[in-house]
C-alpha cells in the first residue's frame, strides 16, 4: 500500500495534513475523499478500518483528510478547512472522477462540499444535512446518562488553548457527551446562526446533489434515521442501506455486514465511473 502524505497551508497559515493511500491497481478509477466524524468534536483522519480501506483502495485512491475541532474553533473554521483541503486534492485529480466519503459529522461536511463543490457522487454513513432540526438542539437522552459525570470544569480542563486537528479520543469523547448529553451542542459550534443556510442544505439543495450512497441503523440514538430518509427522499438518485440495528456507527469494528456494505460502495462508485 502507497501512502503520500502531505498538507494544506489554510489562509491563515494553519497545517492541515492529510494522506493519499494510492490505489493497488493503478491508474486509478477515481479518488475518494474521506472525512472522519466525531460530532465535529473529537475523531482522527485515519480512523478507517484496514478491512475497509482495503475494499475502497482496489481501484480508487482514498484520501484522508483532517479538520480542526470544536470547541476550540468554530462550525465555520471546520467549513473552511475541509473546502480547502478538498480544493487542493481536486486539483490533484482533474482528470478523473471525485468522491466524498464521511461518517456522522464527516458526512455532514461531505454533503456540504457536494452542494458547494463539483463533484461525482457522495458516500454518506449515517449522516445528515443540516443542523436546524430538534435532534440537535435538545438534549440527547442516551448521552444524558453518561453526560451526568462530567461537568464545565472538566470540560475547560478537556479543551485546548490552540486548535487541535488530532485528540486523544477517549478523553476528547466526553466534551462530545457533556455537549449532546446537556442539549448544549447547538450553542458549542460557535456561530451567530445555526438556521442560516450556510450550515443547512435546502430540500431544492438536496436535489442538485449527485448520487448519494446512503447507510444508516433503523435505531441510530446519535444520528436519527430521519435524517437519512429526509436526504433519501429529496436526492434524486440516492441508494439507501437500511442497517437493522440500535447503533451508531455500525461500522466501528469490521462485521460481515459492514463489510458487504462497503463492497456495495464500491458498486455504486464503479456504477458511475462506468458511465
Given at each position: 500500500m502507497t501512502e503520500i502524505k502531505d498538507k494544506v497551508i489554510t489562509k491563515d497559515a494553519f497545517a492541515l495534513p492529510y494522506t493519499i493511500i494510492k490505489a493497488k491497481n493503478q491508474p486509478t478509477k477515481g479518488a475518494i475523499v474521506y472525512i472522519h466524524g466525531g460530532g465535529l468534536m473529537f475523531g482522527k483522519a485515519n480512523d478507517l478500518s484496514p478491512q475497509y480501506i482495503d475494499i475502497l483502495t482496489e481501484h480508487y485512491d482514498l484520501i484522508q483528510l483532517s479538520y480542526r475541532l470544536l470547541p476550540e474553533v468554530s462550525l465555520d473554521c471546520i467549513i473552511e478547512d475541509v473546502y480547502a483541503s478538498f480544493d487542493a486534492i481536486q486539483s490533484q485529480y482533474s482528470n478523473c472522477p471525485i468522491f466524498t466519503f464521511g461518517r456522522s459529522s464527516g458526512a455532514y461536511l461531505s454533503l456540504l462540499i457536494a452542494r458547494d463543490r463539483d463533484i461525482d457522487g457522495v458516500i454518506d454513513f449515517y449522516g445528515y444535512s443540516r443542523i436546524n432540526t430538534e435532534p440537535f438542539k435538545t438534549t440527547n437522552s442516551y448521552y444524558a446518562k453518561i453526560a451526568q459525570s462530567v461537568?464545565?470544569?472538566?470540560?475547560?480542563?478537556?479543551?485546548?488553548?490552540?486548535?487541535?486537528?488530532?485528540?486523544?479520543?477517549?478523553?476528547?469523547?466526553?466534551?462530545?457527551?457533556?455537549?449532546?448529553?446537556?442539549?448544549?451542542?447547538?450553542?458549542?459550534?460557535?456561530?451567530?446562526?445555526?438556521?442560516?443556510?450556510k450550515y443547512n442544505i435546502a430540500p431544492d439543495e438536496l436535489k442538485t446533489l449527485p448520487p448519494v450512497f446512503i447507510a444508516h441503523c433503523n435505531g441510530d440514538y446519535d444520528v436519527p434515521v430521519e435524517e437519512s430518509e429526509h436526504i433519501m427522499n429529496h436526492v434524486p438518485h440516492s441508494t439507501f442501506e437500511r442497517v437493522n440495528k440500535n447503533e451508531h456507527d455500525f461500522d466501528r469494528r469490521p462485521n460481515d455486514e459492514a463489510i458487504t456494505i462497503y463492497r456495495k460502495v464500491v458498486d455504486f462508485l464503479n456504477a458511475i465511473t462506468m458511465v
Open positions: 461537568n464545565e470544569t472538566m470540560i475547560a480542563q478537556l479543551t485546548s488553548p490552540t486548535p487541535v486537528v488530532q485528540d486523544q479520543i477517549a478523553q476528547r469523547f466526553l466534551i462530545y457527551v457533556y455537549a449532546r448529553g446537556t442539549g448544549k451542542w447547538i450553542n458549542m459550534i460557535n456561530i451567530a446562526d445555526y438556521t442560516d443556510s
